[in-house]
């Protein structure tokens, strides 16, 4: 059985060519996707800024075969994030990614003295 990591996966991308109702729809609801709505989950979670309406991103959580490392968090991520956008009537460009292994992270604890 081989061992499985636990990916935080940003995906970024650019609207392209959105329609007057997909762009009165991400307008209406940007409210809930701006700051406080960032969080990693298996679904994704979308934030934006409504004006100007140019650039987004989706957060992801993948748990995938460590062996296929963080290529395939991010195609596995971009995948979703293609799959919900398209679902949703939204055109977009650009997809890139920023992947972190929350398994190989290196996590620096201050001594007792400097808390």
């Given amino acids: 059985?081989?061992?499985r990591h636990t990916y935080r996966v940003i995906?970024?991308?650019?609207w392209d060519g959105l329609t007057d109702q997909a762009r009165e729809r991400l307008l209406a609801e940007s409210a809930d996707h701006g700051m406080t709505s960032m969080r990693f989950t298996e679904e994704g979670s979308l934030s934006y800024e409504p004006s100007p309406l140019k650039h987004f991103s989706m957060r992801y959580?993948?748990?995938s075969d460590a062996e296929d490392g963080e290529e395939m968090?991010?195609?596995i991520a971009e995948d979703r994030a293609?799959?919900?956008?398209?679902?949703l009537g939204y055109s977009f460009r650009g997809l890139r990614s920023t992947v972190t292994d929350l398994d190989t992270m290196k996590i620096?604890?201050?001594?007792a003295s400097r808390r």
């Fill in 1 to 3: 059985m081989s061992e």
């Fill in 11 to 14: 995906v970024r991308g650019t």
């Fill in 61 to 63: 959580v993948v748990v």
């Fill in 73 to 75: 968090a991010a195609a």
């Fill in 82 to 87: 293609e799959t919900a956008l398209r679902g």
């Fill in 108 to 111: 620096n604890h201050k001594p």
